[in-house]
């Protein structure tokens, strides 16, 4: 008989505005009754992910579980991505019990029950390699699996954070129209791999690594978290064509306006580095970036 395959979880009570910790063990002690040997770690603020997922790994640990959304996944990468310079593949698996769960979108993951069982799966045969992005700003460098955004994605998800995170993928569709109200077009000027300086004002800027954001917002629907590339999604709509073209997005269509482009890169620099917000991954950040750059297979999705 084979051994049990063992797992650290690291749970995000928080999430999902405290349902995560309503939830957690109820979903750790099912994967338990699948024969998964599961050993629990719970956060206590931000950041504390990241640190937990960082001292297991020292300890040995080599298959990890992001437990609770987006934001919680990022942190445990944060603390995989670094340590593992030396050409280890942590295996990552997620359970979406927060808020957006936009990642795992992109496997046909819709919730926590479908993420265990593809989990469990995942344990017994292997999972899939997946890229990670580093990205480098002006104090250090950290990294992400699903996107970074500036401009109107940040000021979005920075307004769903502080105001409508209690009404789950609806509160990012409420920041969105808000934000219409004070659209701006920024220019942060860019050059995507050997390519030239591009400083066209932009109302968002954003890279990625999969195609889903703010739950069901397929943003870049041509995203593919494994082909070593990011898809880079530059949108110049003034409001008015914005609001049309908005419902578009949760079908991946808005790509096909003509002000709405698509191109692929991996790697990208930013030019003119500033302090601004970004959203990375679902949490909102002040970095003065000056470059990303894709880690092809980094990890292993235990999906």
């Known amino acids: 008989m084979s051994e049990r395959p063992a797992i650290m979880a690291i749970v995000n009570g928080a999430a999902g505005g405290g349902s995560c910790a309503r939830l957690a063990s109820d979903a750790l002690a099912r994967l338990g009754e699948e024969g998964v040997r599961v050993a629990a770690q719970y956060t206590r603020g931000a950041g504390h992910a990241t640190e937990l997922a960082r001292e297991a790994w020292r300890d040995g640990w080599r298959r990890f579980l992001a437990v609770g959304g987006d934001g919680t996944g990022f942190e445990v990468v944060n603390g995989l991505l670094g340590d593992a310079e030396n050409g280890e593949r942590p295996a990552l698996g997620l359970l979406p019990l927060g808020t957006g769960n936009s990642f795992l979108r992109d496997f046909e993951v819709t919730n926590a029950e479908e993420a265990s069982a593809r989990l469990v799966y995942a344990l017994h045969h292997g999972g899939r390699p997946i890229d990670a992005v580093r990205a480098t700003h002006a104090e250090g460098s950290l990294h992400y699996i699903n996107l970074l955004g500036l401009g109107f994605t940040a000021a979005a998800g920075e307004l769903t954070n502080r105001r409508f995170k209690r009404l789950g993928d609806a ?96 790697h990208v620099r930013f030019l003119e580095p500033r302090r601004q917000p970004v959203m990375i991954d679902g949490e909102i950040l002040e970095l003065a970036l000056e470059s990303l750059d894709v880690r092809p297979g980094a990890l292993e999705l235990l999906v």
Do not use: W
Request: aromatic content about 6%; proline content about 7%; hydrophobic content about 40%.
């Open 171 to 266: 509160g990012y569709v409420a920041a969105v129209l808000a934000c219409v109200a004070r659209l701006e077009h920024p220019v942060d000027p860019i050059a995507l791999d050997a390519g030239e300086a591009d400083d066209r004002p932009a109302v968002l800027l954003s890279f990625n690594n999969s195609q889903y954001t703010g739950g069901k917002m397929r943003l870049a629907p041509s995203a593919d978290p494994a082909d070593g590339k990011l898809d880079v999604i530059r949108v110049e709509l003034g409001r008015g064509a914005l609001l049309r073209t908005f419902p578009r997005i949760f079908k991946g269509t808005h790509v096909k306006h003509p002000q709405v482009e698509e191109t692929r890169a991996a």
